[in-house]
């Protein structure tokens, strides 16, 4: 077990890309347990496929991935959700057809989730009240919003021990953009680390702990989060003023 002092994981060195392109360059970034940690660039800046990498579904080119003091990074997919590494993707990937209820028992299919199922369905109707009301309902007939907590909600049935987080509040209107933002508060105040990818970049900022700023694959600044947000650089480039 990691203590409070050290990184729960640590990315240093990573390259990764697809086919012969090389996106991710020289990654280093580590993530605090219990910490929010935000990734935050523009469009196409490579923050996905970071987050892709860390999850092992796509392979490190060089550089290591470490977890809780080990190194992980030929470790396959599968694997890395059984340490309790797991990732709600961007765009949300509910299955569309199946209820909400179905939905979240599949986030806990691995061996380490299938214990208490039944009670820790209740525990996450109780944090989303929405899936609750929607629990037999497809989950392809709900809002955006609605399927953001969902999968959210899948993740956590999965027993993570670090939540990738990616984009999650991707096309979603205002008022569900703050909704997103105070689950992930509340998760942090209930001791889950989370690894946060935003292109809402003062909002997800303001959230973190500790930012990387993300640029052609790169991390091209990191720090507190609210001391980057006092970055003027930071500011005019990425915060838009
Ligand atoms: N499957 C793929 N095959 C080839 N190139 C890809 C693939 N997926 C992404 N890319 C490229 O990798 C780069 C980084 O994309 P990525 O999706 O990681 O960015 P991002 O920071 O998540 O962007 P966004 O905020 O739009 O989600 C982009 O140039 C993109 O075109
Ligand atoms: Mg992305």
Known sequence: MSSASEPLMTVSGLSSGYGPVTILRDIDISVAPGSVTALVGANG??????????AGLLPAWSGAIRFDGKDITRVPTHERVGQGIVLVPEGRMVFTLLSVEQNLRLGAITPRARDNIGDRLEAMFK???RLQERRRQLAGSMSGG???????????MAKPRIVLLDEPTLGLAPIMV?????VIEELKADGY???L???NSRLALEAADHGYIIENGRVQLSGPGRELIDMPDVRRLYLGR
Do not use: C, D, N
């Open 146 to 156: 609605e399927q953001q907590m969902l999968a959210i909600g899948r993740g956590l």
């Open 45 to 54: 800046a490579g923050k996905t496929t970071l987050m892709k990498a860390i």
């Open 193 to 195: 680390t989370i690894l």
């Open 197 to 199: 990818s935003e292109q």
């Open 127 to 129: 944090r989303f009240p």
């Open 178 to 182: 703050k909704q997103v933002f105070s």
